[in-house]
């Protein structure tokens, strides 16, 4: 399995954009457009993450709350652990097994949050999108807690997966049993026939008064864009288009917010 990487805590240039890609997986990673006019703790708190393996792909993004720690301590978590499994093993999680590894890990990285506190009752917090493509099986494994985004891009729409839960609740929170954490968090699988690209983003996009106004338009835009270049550019244009269009927004409204982007390309023409 090759996985790349992109902590908060090493990109804090205000306006400066991190991009790293490899075959049909990219990410991307920005402190954000304009300073913050919340109460945060780090000027950085989101991660990005890919892991290649033989026969899947996997995404994730977190979205930090009271600082980095959470965020790059989950994303750690999936490609330290389950991501091997997932996409190097030819018995990946199927459509039926999926919502069962996917609670699981959600929970473990759950209890490892808090485990870092050392007792300490507050503390860090995060969001966590996670998508696995299965070229073989034409399918897309997905799981979210929080508000971050998960788009499927098809033709002429780009469908959020990860925003079926409100209100949005965060891993690290408090401890919590898998029956008490599933009704939290988002999870299902979606065939992959007419799918363009996968995007995975956090809400630096789309927080009213500092992102973009419409976000699944802005996805489309940035596919759109990304197909006019060769196939191979397509994943880190992809992941650019999504990360500078967030951040312009951002400069017009004097408003910012970390961005966190991992996209993969599925079309092969």
Sequence with gaps: MRSALLRGRDHVELGALELVAEGPAAIALSRGGALKRYAHTDPNEDCAAFALGRHGLLLAVADGHTGFEASELVVEHLLANPAPQWTDDPSAPDAKSWPRHALATLCDANEEILAERSGRAAGASTTLCVALVLREQGLLL???IGDSHLFLVQRDRALDLAGAVAPPS?????????????PRMSVGAEALDEARAVVLVTDGLSERGIGVSDPAGTVIAAASQAEATN??????????????????????????????????????S
Aim: contains cysteine; glycine residues 6%.
């Design 170 to 182: 965060f891993l690290g929170d408090s401890p919590a049993s898998p029956r008490e954490l599933a």
């Design 142 to 144: 997905h799981a979210a």
């Design 231 to 268: 196939l191979e550019l397509r994943p880190a244009s992809l992941a650019r288009q999504v990360c500078e269009r967030a951040l312009a927004a951002q400069r017009r409204n004097r408003a910012g917010d970390n961005i966190g982007v991992a996209a993969a390309w599925l079309a092969n």
